[in-house]
């Protein structure tokens, strides 16, 4: 079964400090993986997908099939960045469809 | 456009009593999948509804089911409530074919007592 895991529920880091939230998934063929992110009192929300390779609002996001990960990073943290963050596999079966399996979400809080 | 509509935003009920919540997706949408999210279990997927038929389904009691109507609005029915029941329950619409266009409402959240 697919599986996906963030080791950390809660990074605290301060305002300009590097950031990784880490993601590690179980899978066996070639993935598409996912960042969704939930600030206080918003809905939840893509913040950037594997197959774009975009960076969005300073985040990047490698995939690393080797050590079947999908590290969020951000060189620099921005108050703003506080937020729940949830990593996210889409169901692999042959359905066609709309599923995903999502992490247990780490939360971060940048402090001033 | 209008995003992802979600009725109601809370919602009390008691143990043994059965709940609908409602979800309007984005105009032209035809896909509409729903999450329950607890503090415990996280984001976990109930099942998925794409041109009035269930497509997928998540590891969920029979009490759980859904429907969705020819505007592609989509219903999720929860009967016999039990208190582990009380969750947020998002809704996500997207076009159709794949995960890479959801977008979720805000949820309903449900407690039961």
Known sequence: ?112 | KAGVTQTPRYLIKTRGQQVTLSCSPISGHRSVSWYQQTPGQGLQFLFEYFSETQRNKGNFPGRFSGRQFSNSRSEMNVSTLELGDSALYLCASSPGGNSYGYTFGSGTRLTVV
Request: with cysteine; hydrophobic share 35%; net charge positive.
């Open chain 1, 1 to 112: 079964a697919q599986r996906v895991t963030q080791p950390e529920k809660l990074l605290s880091v301060f305002k300009g400090a590097p950031v990784e939230l880490k993601c590690n998934y179980s899978y066996s063929g070639s993935p598409e993986l996912f960042w969704y992110v939930q600030y206080s009192r918003q809905r939840l929300q893509l913040l950037l997908r594997h197959i774009s390779r975009e960076s969005i609002k300073g985040f990047t996001a490698d995939l690393n099939k080797g050590e079947t990960s999908f590290h969020l990073k951000k060189p620099f943290a921005q108050e703003e960045d506080s937020a729940m963050y949830y990593c996210a596999l889409p169901f692999m079966n042959n359905n066609a469809g709309n599923m995903l399996t999502f992490g247990g979400g780490t939360r971060l809080m940048v402090k001033p």
